[in-house]
């Protein structure tokens, strides 16, 4: 059934999906057979119809019990496409979020070599991982790239899983290690092993189907296929004459004679028959064998590189990823890929304004581009509190396609920045519903229930966000603010304490250290100072650390640091309310009354939060209170 076959294959060409869906029925009705039922289940697929392939492949399942024409078992040559169907069929079930019914069919593939096992693994990583068996599904990625380095879906995966479970010595080293095993399978003596799987995988690739013309009747003259640019009168014989003459259309280089006799078409003309669908490397090459080692080293060196960027992303370390990305060609270095992943890199470590700037170089490279991580780029934005900016983006979101996960959260966080909370809450929701595999719109979602003290909300939204990635640490931290707002100091702890250790932030690491002087225990200033030591390790001049180092000394009655520290903010910052008010508490413990005072005085107005503690201290002030008891934790 070479025609039906070649109708199918160029339907699906020029995304003639309902043709290709009618063809693909014909031949499965005409031939009963494995390798027409996996081309009918393809055509759904291709034409974005999984369900009705999963309804035509769950129909005949299990394919080794299929009978084709005559009720006869499938022989050797239709046997081949067991595994394949097995594939396709578990694919189809993760693709709907039925991962266990997709873990048992899937079994059926492993233990092959090749790209398609490396296909395998790599969804059999992904259900590890979206059931939340993280450990077994880094095994699998890990596998899928033993199997084929070229499967970067299942290297980017194993970039973001491979994390030690701890800070412990040994975790950090098994981690390491497990990147340098990953790394190794794309170093430059690989190459040669690779360009021979590819050489083999190209020796043994099929033969194309023959030609039409190729082909013969009984009577030994070529099969009356015709070129569909050949009028069907053209060909026409009657009974009693000679074929009709041919008169070619103005400005056709066609010339008169009969059709079976002309240059036949060249194997790659439009018409010419399509390869059977196979593995990722079963199209014939015609590239020498010296070139192929040559074009693998060359993308093994590129893809070890971007693994290492990867890497370096999933490990919130931003210099990082610079300093990977300066060793990578500059061609590469400036896609809008790779610029991405920095602008992730900025923004995981809290630098908005420098994720800003590469975000706007991307979008003035690729206008069209729908990244996923512009949803981070417009929470930059709202940070920064660019509200045009912000409004434009949203704009140009919708006419890319206004239905998608990235358009909804960027309208939500537009909607947010101008206090419009319960429409941002919908559009988080709408963009939660149409992809339920990434936890980001349900976050963001939680954070506008925080705002509005819709408190269990908020902690469903940051719950539901955890589930799909227990990883996800701005859901950790919201967890953690809502604990802090019903001052349930432990709960924040221990939430802050999980958000900080996933990615060791500024912003992440002050909220624990906050939390930690608010819960009073015995060791929790000593944790806080901790905390606050290792942010400015990072960023020496960070304000706000500095300012909770000084509020740390003065909770440990360590007054004259904290002074200290308090008079260099104050040089800084000297209309910061509360700069003001932390030398006007230290002061005061110092019995300096005076001073007290008047940094009360400069510090009433400045914020109108700030307030209700500058009038307590300023109380505090005039009873001439020098206690360092734990007189300040009943101030508002």
Not at 112 to 120: D, L, N, P, Y
Not at 282 to 305: F, Q, Y
Request: charged share 25%; with cysteine.
């Amino acid at each position: 059934m070479v025609v039906h076959e070649h109708l199918v294959q160029s339907s699906l060409d020029l995304m003639m999906y309902d043709n290709a869906v009618f063809y693909a029925e014909r031949l499965f009705a005409a031939e009963p057979l494995l390798k027409n039922l996996h081309l009918l289940a393809t055509t759904h697929v291709r034409s974005h119809d999984i369900g009705a392939a999963l309804r035509v492949l769950q129909h005949h399942f299990p394919f080794n019990e299929f009978h084709g024409d005559g009720g006869a078992p499938p022989g050797e040559a239709d046997a081949a496409y067991l595994p394949k169907l097995s594939y396709l069929y578990g694919v189809c079930l993760a693709k709907t979020d039925r991962w266990q019914e997709a873990e048992v069919v899937l079994k059926y593939v492993q233990g092959g070599t090749g790209a398609e096992a490396s296909a395998a693994e790599y969804w059999m990583g992904e259900i590890f991982k979206r059931t939340n068996r993280e450990s077994a599904a880094l095994g699998k990625y890990g596998a899928a790239l033993r199997l084929s380095p070229f499967n970067w879906a299942a290297a980017a995966r194993f970039a973001e899983l491979n994390h030690p479970p701890s800070h412990s010595s040994d975790d950090r080293r098994a981690a390491k290690a497990n990147a340098e095993a990953v790394s190794a399978l794309f170093a430059d003596d690989a190459a040669d092993h690779w360009s021979r799987e590819l050489g083999l995988s190209i020796s043994h690739a099929a033969p194309p189907p023959p030609h039409p013309a190729d082909q013969t009747v009984p009577g030994g003259s070529p099969a009356s296929l015709a070129p569909p640019d050949v009028s069907p009168i053209s060909s026409a014989a009657t009974t009693d004459g000679p074929a009709a003459a041919f008169t070619p259309a103005p400005g056709s280089t066609l010339r008169p004679g009969n059709a079976a006799t002309r240059p036949r078409p060249s194997p790659g003309s439009e018409w010419a028959p399509r390869p059977a669908p196979g593995a990722f490397f079963d199209a014939p090459m015609s590239a020498p064998p010296g070139k192929v080692r040559e074009e693998c080293a060359r993308l093994l060196t590129l893809l070890r590189g971007i693994f290492q960027v990867a890497r370096k992303g999933a490990e919130y370390d931003a210099a990082g990823v610079v300093q990977r990305l300066q060793e990578l060609p500059l061609a590469q270095r400036k896609s809008a890929y790779l610029q991405s992943l920095l602008a992730k890199a900025y923004y995981d470590e809290g630098r908005h304004a420098e994720a800003v700037q590469v975000f706007e170089s991307i979008r003035r490279g690729d206008p069209h581009r729908l990244d996923p991580n512009f949803m981070l780029y417009s929470s930059c934005l709202w940070q920064l509190q660019c509200c045009k900016k912000l409004a434009h983006l949203a704009q140009e979101m919708v006419q890319v396609d206004k239905l998608s996960l990235v358009t909804q959260v960027v309208m939500g966080n537009t909607h947010s920045i101008v206090g419009e909370h319960e429409a941002a809450i919908q559009l988080f929701s709408r963009g939660y519903a149409i992809d339920k595999h990434n936890p980001y719109a349900s976050t963001l979602k939680g954070m506008e229930h925080l705002v509005l003290d819709e408190l269990d909300d908020a902690r469903q939204a940051f719950r539901t966000s955890l589930r799909v990635d227990s990883r996800h640490y701005p859901a950790w931290h919201g967890l953690g603010s809502v604990a802090a707002k019903q001052e349930k100091w432990h709960d924040a702890v221990v939430y802050f304490r999980m958000a900080s250790t996933i990615n060791p932030n500024p912003p992440l690491l002050l909220a624990y250290a906050g939390a930690l002087m608010e819960e009073g225990q015995k060791g929790s200033l000593q944790s806080a100072l901790t905390a606050i030591e290792k942010v400015l390790r990072k960023c020496p001049g960070h304000e706000l650390a500095r300012l909770k180092l000084g509020e740390v000394y003065l909770k440990d009655g360590r007054l004259q640091e904290a002074r200290h520290v308090a008079l260099k903010l104050h040089e800084i910052a000297p209309r910061e309310s509360k700069v003001n008010l932390l030398l006007a508490r230290v002061s005061r413990k110092l019995g300096d009354r005076k001073a007290a005072l008047q940094h009360c005085t400069n510090a009433l107005g400045l914020d109108p939060k700030d307030t209700p503690a500058v009038t307590y201290e300023m109380e505090r002030a005039r009873e001439g209170a020098v206690d360092s008891d734990d007189d300040d934790d009943d101030a508002p």
